[in-house]
């Protein structure tokens, strides 16, 4: 059974908002970090929000101010909310959960993965159009 269950995501216009949730609740570990990673085709995938144990996050400058990652710790669910998108958010999202921090902070304000991840979700499309 997969460990990361991703729901949310779909269509949008430029403007809009969209939230993506993760239930990590088949995440073997009781401490765990979490990130949003997105995906376009050709492109390297990008760090977009992490979410650390303690509850500090980080972000990538592309979309720090427009997107929220927020978590219940118990539950082992972690969302994104992102608002004010842009047809450059047109991208597959994908949720990672680790022991240790998922991501680092790279140069030009973008996030970059820490290292091979313990456990991804499917991932889910959002599609901004003008």
């Known amino acids: 059974q997969a460990q990361l269950v991703q729901s949310g995501g779909g269509s949008v216009e430029a403007g809009g908002s969209l939230t993506l949730s993760c239930d990590a609740s088949?995440?073997?570990?009781?401490?765990?970090?979490m990130g949003w990673f997105r995906q376009v085709p050709g492109k390297e995938r990008e760090g977009v929000a992490a979410?650390?144990?303690?509850?500090?996050?980080k972000y990538a400058d592309s979309v720090k101010g427009r997107f929220t990652i927020s978590k219940d710790h118990a539950k082992k669910i972690a969302w994104l909310q992102m608002n004010d998108l842009k047809e450059e958010d047109t991208a597959t999202y994908l949720c990672a959960a680790d022991r240790q921090t998922t991501m680092l902070v790279g140069p030009g304000g973008t996030l970059r993965q820490a290292n091979a991840l313990d456990a991804w979700g499917q991932g889910t499309p959002v599609t901004v159009s003008s």
């Open positions: 088949r995440f073997k570990y009781s401490t765990y970090y």
């Open positions: 979410i650390d144990y303690d509850g500090s996050t």
